[in-house]
């Protein structure tokens, strides 16, 4: 088998959290893998090694009551950028926009930080 691309691995990455299909992140984990997740503030929960990001995603991916909606994905070689909408209810506002930064080594998730917006940081704008 060649070795995959960055994009190559990313869409499939993608299309796990599209489609609820978590075996298809089974191949795309990396031993050495480090996820932090946008929650819990202000750094999220920080997942290491491969088995245990595998199980934080599957649970994700899993949850049929949530719709991820990658928005933009950016490669610059070993590097993804996804921007992302999350779904996590039937409401108009049950949603919110975030980003996960990647890297892609040896055709496998080496590293995958995620950041949404979140209400009630207070903007110094709002103070003037």
């Not at 490669?75 to 049950?94: L, N, Q």
Request: proline letters at 3%; glycine letters at 8%; a negative charge.
């Amino acid at each position: 088998m060649s070795a995959r691309t960055t994009s190559d691995v990313i869409d499939r990455f993608n299309h796990a959290f599209i489609h609820h299909d978590a075996d298809v992140l089974t191949d795309l984990v990396g031993e050495d893998c480090v996820m932090e997740a946008v929650q819990p503030a202000p750094s999220g929960e920080r997942v290491v090694g491969r088995e245990a990001c595998l199980a934080w995603w599957r649970a994700l991916v899993e949850d049929r009551t949530t719709q991820f909606e990658p928005q933009e994905v950016i490669v610059a070689g070993e590097r993804a950028t996804i921007c992302w909408h999350y779904r996590y209810g039937d409401g108009a506002t049950d949603w919110v926009s975030g980003v996960n930064v990647m890297r892609v080594r040896d055709g496998l998730i080496t590293e995958a930080f995620g950041f949404s917006k979140t209400a009630g940081v207070p903007l110094a704008t709002e103070n003037s």
